[in-house]
């Protein structure tokens, strides 16, 4: 079975000596830290917001931080700014430290499989990437998450 592998595999499924690599390379990172770069930027004076009372359009700073980003990326790839930014992003926003004591937890508890008579809370996303995709409906997406939320809260409920 493919879980029995997973477990079986070298490095074991729930491995953290390489946390800070994998967690970038299994998800979209790159624009997790070109956002919190934007940050970065205003707050190490890169960036020109206009002067008080005149301030420029976020679109703008966005641009003008999206520019640097690109620059610093493809020449500069181990600036300060983009370290930073990149380090502020595990940290704060995706709790490295957090998600490594719970892979280290995990991988001291034994693993027990369940099949489920509905849908769990993790698969939320997924249902609702479904209902994105599918274009049956007239109702608006947000309708339907809505319906689909209250309809799980009371399946859980009873």
Request: glycine share 4%; charged share 25%.
């Amino acid at each position: 079975a493919p879980l029995d592998e997973a477990l079986a595999a070298t490095p074991p499924l729930f491995d953290t000596t390489r946390l800070l690599e994998d967690i970038p390379a299994s998800l979209n990172a790159s624009e997790l830290a070109r956002r919190q770069f934007r940050e970065v930027a205003r707050v190490a004076g890169l960036i020109f917001e206009g002067f008080p009372g005149r301030k420029v359009r976020a679109r703008h700073v966005q641009a003008s931080s999206d520019l640097f980003f690109d620059v610093f990326q493809k020449y500069d790839a181990g600036n300060l700014l983009l370290t930073q930014a990149r380090r502020e992003v595990l940290l704060r926003q995706l709790e490295a430290t957090r998600l490594a004591h719970t892979l280290t937890r995990m991988a001291g508890s034994k693993l027990r499989l369940m099949e489920c008579a509905r849908p769990t809370p993790f698969c939320f996303p997924i249902l609702v990437e479904r209902l994105q995709e599918s274009t049956v409906s007239t109702e608006s997406l947000e309708d339907r998450i809505r319906k689909m939320t209250i309809q799980l809260e009371a399946d859980a409920g009873a």
